[in-house]
């Protein structure tokens, strides 16, 4: 019996040994386009950059950490995102940036928690990334690390993290559909991608992982005790909702009945939404009430099958 409890043990250790140094992530290549800054500070606001990583409340400096995130596996604190170059990212390249932000690896090679949407941002172009690197030069150093965070056993156990990308971490379908029309096409890139809709709004497992046969279906368990209403385009189109006053209530955070919006999303506008284009609130309305998106097509492009961008 002891033999067979040291066989196990010591099978279990090789286990973990092996996916504490089991490699993850792609080197990006070499990232030479010029970035242009208002792009890049115009992406940062519809991706939620600035909202997460700004403790608004508390009086914090812009990008220089933001308030805890409190789930069922910890609070989570983002991180101090200046040019500071001790506490935040002034000592990296824009190639760690790239392969942060795409692929949820730090410069050290270690995976992010998933309470950091990296995987909606997988398709950015290396122009994305540049105009993002550019905007977040500009910002002041502040020489403040944010909180450590706050997570139990066993998930404060970093290598457990590539289990669950290996499990869930999906490609986003934000490639355009040759059959759609390019204002339904941007709305397919913001709702899936950059925006991150699906994160509030589709439901999740015991595991963390969005449930892709049931996408914007509604989230009765977000942080913080917050619940997102389903978004599909029979649920949308039930409630009275229209490409226009949609759009509306993007910007402004009102509803058709003349009610405003609660709970977080109350913070997604007034962080994020609000500052889009017309132009890209009324593309984002037609893509979410079109209801046209091909099953095949999800499939093929990341719900059902894992693409593991960053495995």
């Excluded at 706050?150 to 355009?176: C, I, M, S």
């Excluded at 925006?195 to 914007?216: E, Q, S, Y």
């Excluded at 017309?278 to 693409?307: I, K, S, T």
């Amino acid at each position: 019996m002891k033999k067979l409890v040291f066989a196990a043990g010591a099978l279990c250790a090789l286990v973990v040994g092996g996916l504490v140094i089991w490699p993850i992530g792609k080197v990006p290549a070499s990232i030479t386009q010029t970035g242009d800054v208002q792009r890049g500070a115009y992406l940062a606001r519809v991706s939620g950059c600035i909202s997460c990583h700004t403790n608004s409340e508390a009086g914090g400096a812009a990008l220089a950490g933001g308030a805890g995130l409190t789930t069922d596996f910890g609070t989570f604190f983002p991180p101090n995102l200046t040019t500071d170059k001790e506490n935040g990212i002034g000592g990296w390249t824009v190639e760690q940036f790239a392969k942060a932000v795409r692929q949820g690896i730090s410069p050290s090679g270690e995976p992010y928690y998933p309470a950091f949407s990296y995987p909606f941002y997988a398709d950015f172009t290396d122009q994305d990334i540049a105009d993002l690197w550019a905007a977040f030069q500009t910002v002041p150093p502040v020489a403040e690390a944010a909180p450590e965070h706050e997570v139990r056993f066993p998930f404060d156990q970093r290598w457990g993290l590539k289990l669950w990308r290996a499990a869930y971490l999906y490609d986003p379908p934000t490639e355009p559909i040759d059959e759609k029309n390019a204002q339904w096409n941007r709305g397919r890139e913001l709702v899936r991608g950059a925006a991150h809709c699906g994160a509030c709004h589709t439901p999740r497992n015991i595991g963390g992982g969005r449930l892709l046969d049931a996408v914007f279906a509604g989230n009765e368990a977000l942080p913080g005790g917050s619940k997102a209403p389903s978004i599909t385009p029979n649920s949308l189109a039930e409630r009275g909702w229209t490409v226009s006053n949609l759009a509306y209530a993007l910007r402004t955070g009102v509803t058709p009945s003349g009610d405003a919006f609660g709970g977080s999303m109350v913070e997604v506008v007034q962080g994020n939404t609000r500052f889009l284009s017309p132009n890209d609130l009324e593309a984002m309305a037609v893509y979410l009430l079109d209801g046209d998106e091909p099953r095949a097509d999800r499939v093929a492009q990341g719900e059902g099958a894992a693409a593991n961008k960053g495995m």
